[in-house]
């Protein structure tokens, strides 16, 4: 009971430096500088509550209902629908709780140029569960593999394994997800690698012959195929929609047109209601 209460202390006392550590400098995902298909390409950009890309510079009430957001897969919207229906009495009671873990994650994820919304990878694999240890000998918050861990800079002794220390294990989480994305360039392969592996992912293109997850889904194991949709549910759950990190590849190049698009019309819109603002006060 002792360890378990130091160990919340702990995280609400992390949760506090990190923070204070964070608060005068500018989040990366509000405002990037970069060329909008290069913000989108390295998942670099954020969500307000409805849904809508804050990298669309203005927008007026009749434009909100024309502007682009991002799509549930049909392959996924039975399973999100029906999860979330069973379960949200209990999500809505973890709900309240998750904000010091998700403050920590937020604040490493934001250091290392990674999407935040990955935190609820994390979610699915221990549901912030004291000492979370799994059949296979995951351990932690991030459900890491002793090899795992150790390639990731952390120590694992028998009374002080830092795969439990949530600071520490989002910081390999942070890198260990890096190295996937590096690898495969799309954020559904990289959850679902990190269920199954990579060797078990590149066994799957294989056999498929295709790097669309939702085709070659049906060559992966079957907790891996449930893994990616139970991680799609809680971020609808916890957002209310999708993001980057919800979408292939083919996906997010296809809402990156839409996007460009959107923003290239209001702008020759804006251009247009000026030049006539000038033409009649001639």
């Known amino acids: 009971m002792l360890k378990r209460k130091l160990y919340k202390a702990s ?47 203005f927008i007026t009430k009749e434009e909100l209902v024309a502007a682009p957001r991002i799509q549930l897969n049909k392959n996924a919207a039975a399973f999100v629908k029906k999860y979330n229906k069973e379960n949200g009495f209990s999500l809505d009671k973890i709900k309240d709780k998750s904000h010091p873990y998700f ?15 990955l935190k609820y990878l994390a979610f699915i694999e221990s549901g912030f569960k004291y000492n979370a240890i799994s059949w296979s000998g995951a351990v932690g918050p991030w459900a890491l593999m002793p090899k795992a861990a150790k390639q990731y800079g952390l120590k694992i002794p028998k009374h002080n394994d830092e795969r439990l220390d949530y600071y520490k294990s989002t910081q390999a989480a942070a890198g260990l997800l890096k190295d996937l994305f590096a690898q495969y360039g799309d954020w559904l392969l990289v959850i679902a690698a990190y269920n199954c592996g990579p060797g078990g992912l590149s066994k799957a293109i294989k056999r498929s012959g295709s790097k669309n997850y939702w085709v070659l889904q049906n060559f992966l194991p079957q907790e891996t195929r449930k893994h990616v949709k139970k991680f799609i549910a809680i971020h609808y759950f916890f957002e209310g929609h999708g993001s980057v990190v919800t979408l292939t ?29 000038v033409v009649a006060k001639q």
């Open 249 to 277: 590849s083919a996906e997010k190049e296809a809402h990156i047109k839409a996007v460009e698009a959107f923003v290239k019309n209001q702008q020759e819109v804006q251009k247009t209601d000026s030049v006539s603002v």
């Open 103 to 117: 403050a920590i994650i937020d604040s490493v994820f934001t250091q290392q140029e990674l999407p935040v919304e």
């Open 11 to 57: 995280i609400i006392i992390s949760c506090f430096i990190l923070m204070a550590m964070n608060s005068g400098s500018r989040s990366i995902y509000i405002k990037t500088g970069k060329p909008l298909a290069a913000a989108y390409k390295t998942g670099m950009h954020h969500f307000d509550s409805s849904g809508l890309c804050t990298c669309i510079p």
